[in-house]
């Protein structure tokens, strides 16, 4: 059974980049045609996605949050990370990782529990 | 980007009741369309995807329809553990992939 588990700080200060850690345990990222997601969740309400790495590191993002975003992957590890640039407050929300079933990028069967990141200085 | 319109915001529904939550598209997004199930402080939890096909270990009471842009999800007999927010998703044109506001199922 495969488990995703997020790490990273629950602050950061605007202006500042936010990284977090995805690790996959019972399962590899370099294993399969498994897509690898970051999806986030203001507090309070509705979800949004924020983009997908490949085993192979091809990457795609939201529009609206690409020039800020930075996705990649450590194999070494097993695990996949997102960095996101110059936040504000807007991206205040809890931050999912997820991994979507073989061959198939658009939706997500196994999910990480979330982690919060708290942007205010 | 393809907006995603659930209604209602809320359900008020009494155990063993049936559920009918609604999800619109701003405009076709063919059957590429998934529900979740979240509850408090947890993830989401994938429910159906293709628009009518229950992923992996879903009950048969969950059931959903449509193609377009309208569909449905239904809950035939609601179980206490079936009180959640729920969000449909489309896939159909992207990126970005968009998510519904949600509707939250309340005990009534």
């Known amino acids: 059974q495969v488990q995703l588990q997020e790490s990273g700080p629950g602050l950061v200060k605007p202006s500042e980049t936010l990284s977090l850690t995805c690790s996959v345990s019972?399962?590899?990222?370099?294993?399969?045609?498994?897509?690898w997601s970051w999806i986030r969740q203001p507090p309070g309400k509705g979800l949004e996605w924020i983009g997908y790495i490949s085993k192979s590191g091809s990457t795609n993002s939201n529009p609206s949050l690409k020039n800020r975003v930075t996705l990649s992957l450590d194999t070494s590890k097993s695990q996949f990370s997102l960095r996101l640039s110059s936040v504000t407050a807007a991206d205040t929300a809890v931050y999912f990782c997820?991994?979507?079933?073989?061959?198939?990028?658009?939706?997500?069967?196994?999910w990480g529990q979330g982690t919060l990141v708290t942007v205010s200085s | 980007e393809i907006v995603m319109t659930q209604s209602p915001a809320t359900l008020s529904v009494s155990p063993g009741e049936r559920a009918t939550l609604s999800c619109r598209a701003s405009q076709s997004v063919s059957s590429s369309l998934a529900w979740y199930q979240q509850k408090p402080g947890q993830a989401p939890r994938l429910l159906i995807y293709g628009a009518s096909t229950r992923a992996t270990g879903i009950p048969a009471r969950f059931s959903g329809s449509g193609s377009g842009t309208e569909f449905t999800l239904t809950i035939s007999s609601l179980q206490s553990e079936d009180f959640a927010v729920y969000y449909c998703?489309?896939?159909?044109?992207?990126?970005?992939?968009?998510f519904g506001g949600g509707t939250k199922v309340e005990i009534k």
């Open positions: 019972g399962g590899s990222v370099s294993s399969g045609s498994y897509y």
């Open positions: 998703q489309q896939y159909n044109n992207w990126p970005p992939l968009t």
């Open positions: 997820a991994r979507s079933p073989p061959a198939t990028v658009t939706t997500w069967d196994y």
